[in-house]
């Protein structure tokens, strides 16, 4: 069964630091985009981050730029999203997904550009 299973959230303080992982199941991430998601309740869901599957090129939204570092295991089949610095407004469900093509490109935060997602995880940044 192809699957992406997100493990690694839970509850931090405002500027503390989380780790997200994913893990793929059925099908190898190295020649897929991989890209975070994210959705809190009330507002539309909100691409986070995107690496490509060639030269490792990453590419964050606005609002983590300088706090949230994506990366990508070959080796263990495995995507991360390492969150530092966390502010409330990070507080979502965050869900991986992966895009069978070799580049983010302009879609790479376009959900229905992915062809497989995780179940999701739930961030909660609160004192």
């Known amino acids: 069964q192809l699957q992406l299973v997100e493990s690694g959230g839970g509850l931090v303080q405002p500027g503390g630091s989380l780790r997200l992982s994913c893990a793929a199941s059925g099908f190898t991430l190295d020649y897929y985009v991989i890209a975070w998601f994210r959705q809190a309740p009330g507002k539309e869901r909100e691409g986070v981050s995107c690496i490509s599957s060639t030269d490792g090129s990453t590419y964050y939204g606005d609002s983590v730029k300088g706090r949230f570092t994506i990366s990508r295991d070959n080796a263990k089949n495995t995507m991360a999203l390492q969150m530092n610095s966390l502010k409330p407004e990070d507080t979502a469900v965050y869900y991986c997904?992966?895009?069978?093509?070799?580049?983010?490109?302009?879609?790479?935060?376009?959900?229905?550009?992915?062809?497989?997602w995780g179940q999701g995880t739930q961030v909660t940044v609160s004192s």
């Open positions: 997904a992966a895009a069978n093509r070799i580049r983010c490109g302009t879609m790479r935060f376009r959900g229905n550009a992915y062809d497989y």
